[in-house]
């Protein structure tokens, strides 16, 4: 870095730290009859250049927009917007809160990229989404299914766009999810948080609108001929932190999450190998390799149930573990109730 | 009331400028400064005192002057600045403890400040996303500076039940920053390119140094707080926001290959990366800092941004290119 031209060794140097040695060097400069450069020009023209590439950038993302259909206002307002976005990207100019949820990265990233497989793949068809308060804490609790959990995603979306103030949904996660890279920075930044009680709490006291899976593993690594058999609710924590924050718990029922990779059998030696839970083996993975990836098109309803308030009972009540069993129980037993009653009423598992 | 205050490690940054800051302070009557080797900046009305806390000497100093309040600052966190990670364990936990036992023979001493740091937390998947102080490590630092500070802890904690009329206040600091000053941490915003664990992309909080002399001044003058206070500038910033806001590409790493790069970047020179850091590159740290502003009644003056942007975002030019940018377009 020392050996670098005169105009960027200046800055260079000035931001590390001062080692005398060099710092010493640069004062006896050899003699010049010319007098440098000011380095103020050099910036104005490295400041040309990005004007230059941000000029192309927009006749680039014009091009596209027109070749996409569309024009005028509405593809400059478009343009416009994803320039200053990628700006606050380069710059940092971005917020992320406390647990690492970075809301414009999930507006502009995360769910477009979901909601083509939640409305085209899944369709999903969302229900009694009026029981989703529209302010303040609550606690979503769901079924897990579907060997991948790619139900908490399409939970997400479907909280996000069909509530009207498009609250975020903000997920518990298994430490197994924080672990692995690109998947827990990915969890961090689109709202999620370590399924434990005081990361629950905290989110409720902020006023969230949290969402846990309770099964866990059990749930979405259950084999096929087990689907809609709702597994054990973990150990009722979910329970004590809606008692300690006194939130309502809102009881959620996806159906068609089972049927997008059947799990037919579980490779227990590889997913040891790996530090998985399980390995799946589906009618198509690994068979099929990447190919086996893509999930079954199955048709998918989320039903959020009427809220159980927890509001009537003292904080102190998280501490009785026959109110916190029984309480798990009725949440366990309203799920399982509407899971029944939607599979009678779908036509078929995929349409 | 602190009218005798003794600081130890005042020939660092912190130390020196908390002598400073305490010898200002018309509340105190006198400030004593000790270290080994004499600071080489102003510690203003304080009076230098040459003595190795490692030395029973330095119960002979707390008896004499009639000391009542200790600060204990003289925790390293850079293996450099100590020569060598032995002698840096050696100042931290072995000096720890000797001033501890000097403390516990002076009858003069009414309360004790130790700087502790967010590394006991350490850094681990299983991490709540914020550590209140009732918190203990998930996965307890196995080497380094982290181990270090929760013995000393430890230490501390000992003291405390060993003279409970003495008050013991411990602040666990994030990492402080500041111009000028050289941590693991800030060498790693000093570097050319900044390393990045593939896929991780942790949230960490800064203090600035002026808020930790504001914190230790406080944690020295206010009696009724006692125990341990997180102590930190609001809200976080990730890894990869931080190389922006310093200007620094980020260059993707492997998590594992953390010792390669710190053997890569002493060979070529290029700065000074510690591996001991990668936990926190991967999964950050973040603690709660409602104590801070409750028991401690202290609220730094800027939060982990503003601190972070005052010290390495100065001549970040790409941002300052695409502001005039972002105006045109």
């Given at each position: 870095m020392p050996d670098k031209p005169t105009g960027s060794d200046a800055t260079g140097a000035r931001k590390r730290p001062p080692r005398s040695a060099f710092a010493g060097a640069r004062a006896d400069r050899p003699l010049h009859v010319v007098p440098d450069p000011a380095p103020a020009p050099q910036t104005g023209g490295s400041s040309y250049d990005v004007e230059s590439i941000i000029k192309l950038l927009v006749r680039g993302l014009r091009m596209t927009g027109a070749a996409a259909g569309l024009s005028g206002e509405d593809l400059d307002r478009r343009i416009t917007r994803a320039l200053a976005f990628l700006r606050r990207r380069l710059t940092g100019e971005y917020e992320v809160d406390d647990?690492?949820?970075?809301q414009e990265f999930t507006d502009e990233v995360w769910l477009p990229l979901l909601r083509p497989i939640y409305k085209?793949?899944?369709r999903v068809e969302v229900r009694g989404i009026e029981n989703l308060p529209l302010e303040g804490g609550a606690l979503v609790v769901s079924n897990h299914s579907g060997?991948?959990?790619?139900d908490g995603l399409m939970v997400q979306v479907a909280i996000h766009d069909e509530t009207p103030g498009h609250r975020y949904a903000r997920a518990l996660g298994a430490d197994l999810v924080f672990q692995s890279p690109v998947l827990g920075d990915l969890a961090r930044k689109s709202g999620s948080t370590l399924a434990a009680n005081s990361d629950a709490e905290r989110l409720l006291r902020a006023g969230e609108l949290t969402f846990v899976c309770p099964e866990g593993f059990k749930g979405v690594g259950k084999p096929f001929g087990e689907r809609y058999r709702l597994q054990r609710f973990g150990r009722g924590g979910f329970v004590s932190a809606a008692l300690r924050t006194g939130v309502p718990i809102i009881p959620c029922s996806i159906v068609g999450a089972e049927e997008i990779f059947p799990l037919l059998g579980n490779a227990k030696s590889l997913a040891r190998l790996f530090g998985f839970p399980y390995f799946p083996l589906t009618p198509t993975f690994p068979w099929l390799g990447p190919l086996g990836l893509v999930p079954l098109p199955s048709k998918w309803i989320i039903e959020f149930g009427a809220p159980i308030p927890t509001d009537s009972f003292e904080p102190a009540a998280a501490d009785d573990p026959m109110l916190v069993f029984d309480l798990t129980d009725q949440v366990r037993e309203t799920i399982q109730q509407t899971l029944y009653s939607l599979l009678l009423q779908r036509r078929s598992v995929f349409w | 009331m602190a009218t005798t205050v003794l600081v130890t490690g005042v020939s660092r940054f912190v130390g020196g400028l908390a002598a400073r800051a305490l010898s200002t302070d018309?509340?105190?009557?006198r400030v004593l400064a000790v270290d080994v080797v004499r600071p080489a900046h102003d510690i203003g009305r304080a009076e230098f005192v040459r003595a190795d806390i490692r030395n029973p000497i330095i119960g002979k100093i707390i008896k004499q002057e009639n000391v009542d309040t200790v600060v204990h600052l003289g925790v390293i966190t850079t293996p450099r600045q100590a020569g060598g990670r032995t002698t840096q364990k050696e100042i931290n936990v072995i000096g720890t403890m000797q001033l501890l036992a000097a403390c516990q023979k002076?009858?003069?001493?009414k309360r004790l400040v130790v700087k502790s740091s967010s590394a006991v937390y350490g850094s681990s998947p299983r991490d709540p996303a914020m550590f209140t102080e009732d918190m203990t490590a998930r996965r307890t630092p196995p080497r380094g500076f982290g181990k270090d500070s929760v013995e000393v802890e430890t230490y501390v904690r000992g003291f405390g039940r060993r003279r409970p009329d003495v008050e013991v206040c411990m602040l666990r600091m994030a990492n402080v920053i500041g111009p000028g000053l050289r941590t693991m941490f800030s060498d790693l915003f000093h570097l050319p390119v900044i390393p990045s664990p593939v896929g991780f992309d942790g949230r960490f909080q800064v203090l600035h140094l002026d808020d930790a002399i504001g914190a230790i001044h406080a944690a020295t003058l206010r009696e009724d707080c006692t125990g341990v206070i997180n102590v930190a500038g609001e809200g976080v910033l990730t890894l990869h926001q931080a190389a922006r806001i310093a200007g620094r590409p980020t260059l993707p790493v492997l998590a594992q290959a953390g010792p390669l790069v710190q053997q890569l970047t002493a060979r070529t020179r290029v700065g000074n990366f510690d591996a001991e850091q990668m936990d926190l590159l991967c999964f950050g740290r973040g603690m709660d800092t409602t104590a801070q502003r409750t028991v401690l009644g202290f609220t730094p003056e800027r939060t982990t941004r503003q601190a972070f942007t005052d010290v390495f975002g100065g001549d970040n030019r790409l941002t300052a290119l695409l502001r005039a940018g972002g105006a045109h377009a």
């Amino acid at each position: 870095m020392p050996d670098k031209p005169t105009g960027s060794d200046a800055t260079g140097a000035r931001k590390r730290p001062p080692r005398s040695a060099f710092a010493g060097a640069r004062a006896d400069r050899p003699l010049h009859v010319v007098p440098d450069p000011a380095p103020a020009p050099q910036t104005g023209g490295s400041s040309y250049d990005v004007e230059s590439i941000i000029k192309l950038l927009v006749r680039g993302l014009r091009m596209t927009g027109a070749a996409a259909g569309l024009s005028g206002e509405d593809l400059d307002r478009r343009i416009t917007r994803a320039l200053a976005f990628l700006r606050r990207r380069l710059t940092g100019e971005y917020e992320v809160d406390d647990f690492g949820f970075d809301q414009e990265f999930t507006d502009e990233v995360w769910l477009p990229l979901l909601r083509p497989i939640y409305k085209r793949w899944f369709r999903v068809e969302v229900r009694g989404i009026e029981n989703l308060p529209l302010e303040g804490g609550a606690l979503v609790v769901s079924n897990h299914s579907g060997t991948v959990p790619v139900d908490g995603l399409m939970v997400q979306v479907a909280i996000h766009d069909e509530t009207p103030g498009h609250r975020y949904a903000r997920a518990l996660g298994a430490d197994l999810v924080f672990q692995s890279p690109v998947l827990g920075d990915l969890a961090r930044k689109s709202g999620s948080t370590l399924a434990a009680n005081s990361d629950a709490e905290r989110l409720l006291r902020a006023g969230e609108l949290t969402f846990v899976c309770p099964e866990g593993f059990k749930g979405v690594g259950k084999p096929f001929g087990e689907r809609y058999r709702l597994q054990r609710f973990g150990r009722g924590g979910f329970v004590s932190a809606a008692l300690r924050t006194g939130v309502p718990i809102i009881p959620c029922s996806i159906v068609g999450a089972e049927e997008i990779f059947p799990l037919l059998g579980n490779a227990k030696s590889l997913a040891r190998l790996f530090g998985f839970p399980y390995f799946p083996l589906t009618p198509t993975f690994p068979w099929l390799g990447p190919l086996g990836l893509v999930p079954l098109p199955s048709k998918w309803i989320i039903e959020f149930g009427a809220p159980i308030p927890t509001d009537s009972f003292e904080p102190a009540a998280a501490d009785d573990p026959m109110l916190v069993f029984d309480l798990t129980d009725q949440v366990r037993e309203t799920i399982q109730q509407t899971l029944y009653s939607l599979l009678l009423q779908r036509r078929s598992v995929f349409w | 009331m602190a009218t005798t205050v003794l600081v130890t490690g005042v020939s660092r940054f912190v130390g020196g400028l908390a002598a400073r800051a305490l010898s200002t302070d018309p509340r105190i009557e006198r400030v004593l400064a000790v270290d080994v080797v004499r600071p080489a900046h102003d510690i203003g009305r304080a009076e230098f005192v040459r003595a190795d806390i490692r030395n029973p000497i330095i119960g002979k100093i707390i008896k004499q002057e009639n000391v009542d309040t200790v600060v204990h600052l003289g925790v390293i966190t850079t293996p450099r600045q100590a020569g060598g990670r032995t002698t840096q364990k050696e100042i931290n936990v072995i000096g720890t403890m000797q001033l501890l036992a000097a403390c516990q023979k002076a009858p003069s001493l009414k309360r004790l400040v130790v700087k502790s740091s967010s590394a006991v937390y350490g850094s681990s998947p299983r991490d709540p996303a914020m550590f209140t102080e009732d918190m203990t490590a998930r996965r307890t630092p196995p080497r380094g500076f982290g181990k270090d500070s929760v013995e000393v802890e430890t230490y501390v904690r000992g003291f405390g039940r060993r003279r409970p009329d003495v008050e013991v206040c411990m602040l666990r600091m994030a990492n402080v920053i500041g111009p000028g000053l050289r941590t693991m941490f800030s060498d790693l915003f000093h570097l050319p390119v900044i390393p990045s664990p593939v896929g991780f992309d942790g949230r960490f909080q800064v203090l600035h140094l002026d808020d930790a002399i504001g914190a230790i001044h406080a944690a020295t003058l206010r009696e009724d707080c006692t125990g341990v206070i997180n102590v930190a500038g609001e809200g976080v910033l990730t890894l990869h926001q931080a190389a922006r806001i310093a200007g620094r590409p980020t260059l993707p790493v492997l998590a594992q290959a953390g010792p390669l790069v710190q053997q890569l970047t002493a060979r070529t020179r290029v700065g000074n990366f510690d591996a001991e850091q990668m936990d926190l590159l991967c999964f950050g740290r973040g603690m709660d800092t409602t104590a801070q502003r409750t028991v401690l009644g202290f609220t730094p003056e800027r939060t982990t941004r503003q601190a972070f942007t005052d010290v390495f975002g100065g001549d970040n030019r790409l941002t300052a290119l695409l502001r005039a940018g972002g105006a045109h377009a």
